[in-house]
Structures are given as C-alpha cells and as structure tokens.
C-alpha cells in the first residue's frame, strides 16, 4: 500500500495498525495525519512508546497520556487514582483519535489497560472507550523490554477494535539497493553467512559525515564508557550534580532501576546529553538531544536543541506515590550524556551516519533496528557483528505475512 492510499484509511476513521519496514515514511504519514486532523479541529491525542519517538510526533509517551505511568496490572484503587487526574481525564474525554508510534515496544497488557482507561473515562462498552485508534510500528523492531510479555498483537484490546492494516511498501530512507536488499533478508529471517560477510566490508571503516557519527551500543556500561571519555576530553570545568533521595530504602533501589537518572551526574560545556523526563512547560520530552553551552546563575546547565531552543535543566523528580502521597522520591538534572546511546534509544531515528558495535547482540531485532537507522552501508562504521545481529522473531515473521494479506484485502 502506498501513503495516499492509507492516508485516505486513517481519514475514514477505522481504526488502523500503519506499518511497513524501516524508512517506509510511517512517521511522515503519521504527521500529514496529525496535521489533516488539526485542520477539521479533530482532537487528537498524539504518543509513542518511548520518549524519542514520541519527540518525532512533537507528543508524549502513551504511559504520561493515559496516566498509567509504569503500571503493568490496574487494581480498582489503582484506576480510580488515575480518574481522581483531571488533566488525565480532560485528555482522555476530549480526544476523538488517540496514536500510538513505535508500538511494538509496548506489550500487550499495556495495551490492554490503556483501552480499560479510556474505557472508564469515556464509554464502558466502546473499545478504546469510542476513541479512533491508529497504532504504528514495525514488530521486527524491538520487542517489549520484558522478556516474558506478549507482542501487542495479542492484546484482547487490538483483537475486539476491527483494526484495519495498512502496510507500506514504499522506501524513502535507504537509497542503496544492496543495504536495502540486506534489511530485508534480515526482516525476513533469511540473512546468513553471505550478508554477514557484506555487512563486514564495514568493520572500522570511516564514514563521510558533517559532525561525528551517532555511536550506537546494545549495553548500557558500553554507552557509559563510550560517553565518560568523551565528556574528559573536553578541557571546561566539570560541573557536578548529586541525586538526592527520600523515602525507605527498597523503594528509592526501585526507582533507580525504573528510572535513567544518575546518582553522580558531571557535565561540561560542550557536553552532547539527552533529556530523560518529560517536561512540556519547559519545552522538552524524554529523548530531546542537545548541547550543553553554559552554566546559569543557579549553576544548573543550559542546553542548547537541535531546534536551536534554549533550555534550562533545572532538577526534577522521579516518585513512588500511593493515595497522592509520596513514598519515596529522587530527584536530579534529568540529563545523561549522549555521544553514544543504546540501540533501544536510536529507535524511530533517522541517520545519515553511525558507528555501530552489534558484537554483544543479545535481542531478536536489535541488529535490525540499529542497520535501518542509517541511509545507506557507506554511512556505517562497524565495530563488531555477531549472528544475533541477524536474526528476527519467528513468531513476528509468521505475524508479518497475516499482516500483508490484510493489507492486501484493505487496499482492494
């Protein structure tokens, strides 16, 4: 199916799963139909499940929209918490269309509690509560994070919404036939020793780019190391900032694991960071990147965008509440550097370049995800490959042609 055909789908108001492969323009189309939307003054309620790719849709992250925040199972107390929110509510009853970018990330269970609160919110017996919903991603992209949830495919919330699949079939990223013909071996588990060996005519080859390539790891310790290196080659003062925290000691550990702050956060101008809250006051969501270029009055850094916005990363704070009241708290710059970032992060990103070590793959998608992020092979640098890298899931594969014989019969 090509844009104007599905474009033509989303506008008819079926609820719709848009998907195709890396570079296939879902995002662009994402954003003609947001636009089309604001035109016939259609409240739409626009989200992602990860901050980046929300940032890709000028949205919030779907876990902030609905108010479900890191909830996986919503007891009764837990709902009514959630409908004591007014802005939660007021979001909820005033959307007529509700999206969801990169929803492959997003398990099933999850899902299934955001259709249970728009449910309460606004119709009992509609699902999604009579919300339009539009879901978009790729399932050969990463999966959930945890290991033992299902695809969203399987919620009981995607199979009683009649949605309507609209596959795009037309690339608009990768521009190298033969890299193009490598992803899509890959997507169709059918990458063996021969495209291994084309992606490693790669390994540590420079890059023709304007700026320094993205450099993107599968391990956190990596990106770590990569950035603490970077961050002392710069000759500015380091500045330093210290988490402080509240509350007993089990729940301020849970925090931390759920949470990307950092206890000792050193900063510098000239240092590349990413915010890590959402904070639409003050101009900025989870994922925006930018450029540390000085220090305010107060000490805290300003943080120039890639929009050219200035912003001030003051501290901000992570919670545990119950019955409105704060269990346990940390609080901190909500900032991390980023020279380097994990492939989980890069997806949704469009790169001209990138220096990519897949030699610790340890995921079904991951080599998929990080390789479609950039245009073309010459704009790869391989660090490392192992077969992981080339490897997707089964079950999404099997998954995958049920979708394009329904695109197929919607098309028709």
């Known amino acids: 199916m090509n844009q104007s055909q599905a474009l033509k789908i989303l506008q008819s108001g079926a609820n719709v799963f848009l998907t195709g492969s890396a570079g296939t323009g879902k995002t662009f189309l994402l954003n003609q139909f947001i636009d089309y939307l604001k035109s016939k003054k259609i409240k739409v309620g626009v989200t992602a499940s990860t901050g980046i790719a929300a940032t890709h849709l000028n949205g919030r992250t779907i876990h902030s929209w609905c108010g479900m925040g890191i909830e996986r199972k919503l007891n009764d107390k837990k709902l009514k918490k959630i409908l004591r929110r007014e802005e939660v509510v007021d979001r909820i ?75 795009l079939d037309e690339q608009f990223r990768q521009d190298d036939d033969r890299f193009l013909n490598i992803l899509n071996k890959i997507r169709a588990n059918e990458a063996g020793e021969k495209e291994l060996e084309f992606l490693k005519s790669r390994l540590y080859q420079s890059v023709d780019c304007a700026s320094k390539p993205t450099k993107l790891y599968t391990h956190n310790v990596n990106v770590d190391a990569l950035n603490n290196f970077e961050l002392a080659r710069l000759a500015a003062e380091e500045q330093v900032y210290q988490m402080t925290e509240e509350g007993p000691v089990e729940l301020v550990r849970l925090l931390k694991k759920n949470y990307p702050a950092h206890p000792e956060l050193k900063l510098k101008i000239g240092a590349i960071v990413m915010f890590i809250k959402n904070n639409f006051d003050s101009g900025y969501v989870n994922g925006t990147l930018g450029e540390v270029i000085e220090f305010d009055g107060n000490g805290y ?60 793959s340890f995921e079904r998608g991951m080599g998929y995800v990080a390789l479609s992020r950039v245009r073309t092979l010459a704009g ?33």
């Not at 309460?120 to 699902?127: G, T």
């Not at 901000?316 to 704060?326: K, L």
Request: glycine share 2%.
């Open 380 to 412: 790869i640098r391989l660090m490392g490959i192992n077969e992981m890298a080339l490897k997707v899931s089964d079950v999404v594969a099997k998954k995958d042609l049920e979708f394009k014989k329904m695109s197929d019969i919607i098309k028709k």
């Open 93 to 167: 009853s005033n959307a007529q269309v509700l999206i969801i970018d990169e929803i492959s990330m997003l398990d099933a269970d999850r899902l299934d509690l955001v259709d249970k609160i728009c449910r309460a919110v606004k119709s009992p017996f509609s699902p999604f509560g009579g919300i339009q919903i539009v879901l978009c991603g790729d399932f050969f992209q990463l999966p959930p994070i945890d290991p033992d949830s299902l695809f969203a495919f399987s919620a009981f919330s995607w199979r009683n919404s009649d949605i309507k699949v609209c596959y």
């Open 301 to 360: 850094p300003v943080v120039k965008t890639k929009n050219k916005e200035k912003i001030v990363a003051i501290p901000d704070s992570w919670n545990i509440e119950e019955d409105d009241v704060i269990l346990a708290s940390i609080r901190q710059v909500p900032l991390r550097l980023a020279w380097a970032i994990t492939v989980h992060k890069s997806q949704g990103m469009s790169l001209d370049a990138a220096e990519i070590d897949l030699s610790k």
